[in-house]
C-alpha cells in the first residue's frame, strides 16, 4: 500500500494553496460579512482548473483523478468552504451527472461551459417537506403534448441565485399511483425559462458568503430533450451522484480540520500566558493533539473513498464513512481551535469562528451524519431502516 501522492497531485495541491491563500484567504471575513464572495474569483479559479479537474478533457476539463479532485477540495475547505460549495455544487453535483447520465448533446452543451465556470449549475433535490426523505418530493413534471410542464419548490439549494442551469428532481408518475423514488425524473432547467425563480435564503449561521435559494417552479415549459437519464430514473441519478458529492465535502471538512490546526499551532506558539507561550501547556497541546488526529484520521477516509472511485470500485460506502466522520471532526476541530484561541477565537479575528460555522452544516447537507449511519448500517447488515 503507497498513500504517497504523485508529484502532480502534490504540484496541484500546491498551485491551489498559493493561489488560494492569494486571492481568497484575505477577503474571506468580508465575503462572510457581505454574504457574497466576489464572484470575480470564479473565472480565476477556473483558470486554474477546479471546476474542470475530473471532467474529461474533450468536454473541456482536464481529466484528473480523484485523490487530485480531494486534494483541491481539501485547499478549497481550509480557504473558505463558500468556494467549495460553488464549485463542488457546479461541477461535481450538476457536471457529474450529466457527464454520467447525459446524452452526447447534453454532454456538448454543458460541460465545456461547466468545466469552464462560464455558467454554473446547482442541483434541485431538496424541498420544504422533503429532505431526507428525498424520495417522497412532491414537485410535479406532467406531459403536455411533447414538453413538460414543471411544478413546485425547492429549497436550500446552493448557487440557486448564480446558476445558469438547475438540475431539478421532479415526480413524473402519478402520485397517488407511485409517491416514491420510482416515479422521479431528472432535468436540466436554463434558470431564464419563464416560470423559473430563484430567492435568496438569508440569515444562514455560516456559508455566508456562498449563495443559497430557494426556489419556484410555475409552469415552467421545458422540452423532452431537458430530461436528463431516462424517465422515471431521477432518483438512482441523485443518489448515484451524492455518493461523489459527499466524497467532496467529506475532502472540504479535511481542510476546516487542517485549517483550524494550522490556527491553533500559530496562535498557541506565539500567545504567551503566565511567561511562556500557552503551547508549552499540556492542556492546549491535548486540544490541539486531537485536531491532529482528526486531520489525518479524516484525510484517509478521504483518500480511501477517493482511491476506491479511481480504480472503479464500489464507493457508496466509503464515501458515507468519510463524511460522516470528516463531518464531525470539523464541527469538533473548530470548537477544539475556539478553546485554544479562548476569547479571541470568537470573534472574527482569527479565521475559527468562521470554521465552526461553516462546518456545523457539513453534518447536515448531502445526507445528514444520521442518513450516513443508516446507510453504513444498511450496507453492513442487509437490512433497509427507510420505508
Ligand atoms: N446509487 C445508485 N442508485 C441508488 C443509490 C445509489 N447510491 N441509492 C439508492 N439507489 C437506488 C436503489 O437501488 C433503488 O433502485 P430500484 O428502485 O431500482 O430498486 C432506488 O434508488 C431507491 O433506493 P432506496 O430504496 O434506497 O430509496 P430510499 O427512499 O429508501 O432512500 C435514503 C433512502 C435515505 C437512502 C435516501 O433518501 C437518501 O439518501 N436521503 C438523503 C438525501 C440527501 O442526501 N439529501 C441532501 C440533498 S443535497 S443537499
Redesign the pocket.
Known amino acids: 500500500m503507497d498513500l504517497s501522492l504523485s508529484d502532480e497531485q502534490v504540484a496541484f495541491r500546491d498551485l491551489a494553496r498559493t493561489f488560494l491563500d492569494r486571492e481568497a484567504v484575505p477577503h474571506r471575513t468580508q465575503w462572510d460579512h457581505d454574504e457574497s464572495v466576489d464572484l470575480a474569483i470564479v473565472p480565476k479559479m477556473a483558470e486554474l482548473g477546479f471546476f474542470g479537474l475530473t471532467i474529461p478533457e474533450e468536454y473541456g476539463g482536464l481529466g484528473g483523478d480523484y485523490v487530485t479532485y480531494a486534494l483541491a477540495m481539501e485547499e478549497l475547505g481550509r480557504a473558505d468552504s463558500a468556494l467549495r460549495g460553488i464549485v463542488s455544487v457546479s461541477s461535481g453535483l450538476v457536471g457529474k451527472s450529466i457527464l454520467f447520465h447525459g446524452t452526447e448533446e447534453q454532454k456538448q452543451e454543458w460541460l465545456p461551459q461547466l468545466a469552464s465556470a462560464t455558467k454554473l449549475g446547482c ?1 434541485g ?2 424541498e420544504p417537506d422533503t ?5 417522497s418530493l412532491t414537485s410535479r413534471a406532467t406531459r403536455d403534448g411533447d414538453d413538460w410542464v414543471l411544478n413546485g419548490q425547492k429549497l ?1 439549494i446552493t448557487n440557486g441565485t448564480w446558476a445558469d442551469v438547475a438540475l431539478v428532481f421532479a415526480r413524473t408518475s402519478d402520485p397517488a399511483v407511485d409517491p ?3 416515479g422521479v425524473t431528472a432535468f436540466l432547467v436554463p434558470t431564464d425559462t419563464p416560470g423559473f425563480e430563484a430567492r435568496e435564503v438569508t440569515g444562514k449561521l455560516g456559508l455566508r458568503g456562498q449563495a443559497t435559494a430557494e426556489l419556484f417552479l410555475s409552469d415552467v415549459r421545458l422540452p423532452s430533450s431537458a430530461v436528463l437519464g431516462e424517465v422515471g430514473r431521477g ?2 441519478i441523485a ?2 451522484t ?2 461523489k458529492g459527499r466524497l467532496a465535502v467529506a475532502a472540504g471538512c479535511v481542510g476546516i480540520v487542517q485549517g483550524c490546526l494550522e490556527a491553533s499551532v500559530d496562535y498557541a506558539t506565539s500567545r504567551i500566558q503566565f511567561g511562556k507561550p500557552i503551547a508549552a501547556f499540556q492542556l492546549v497541546q491535548d486540544l490541539i493533539a486531537d485536531i491532529s488526529l482528526d486531520a489525518d484520521a479524516a484525510r484517509l477516509l478521504v483518500w480511501r473513498c477517493a482511491d476506491l472511485v479511481d480504480r472503479g470500485e464500489p464507493f ?1 460506502t466509503a464515501a458515507s464513512k468519510a463524511k460522516l466522520f470528516a463531518s464531525e471532526a470539523a464541527v469538533r476541530a473548530a470548537n477544539n481551535a475556539i478553546q485554544v484561541h479562548g476569547g479571541a477565537g470568537y470573534v472574527d479575528d482569527y479565521p475559527v469562528a468562521k470554521y465552526l460555522r461553516d462546518a456545523r452544516v457539513m453534518t447536515l ?3 445528514t451524519s444520521q ?1 450516513q449511519k ?2 453504513i448500517g444498511r450496507a453492513e447488515t442487509g437490512i ?1 431502516a ?2
Open positions: 442541483f433535490l431538496t429532505g431526507s426523505d428525498a424520495g436550500f416514491g423514488p420510482r432518483f438512482k443518489m448515484s451524492l455518493d457508496g447537507y448531502e445526507g442518513i443508516l446507510l433497509s427507510f420505508g
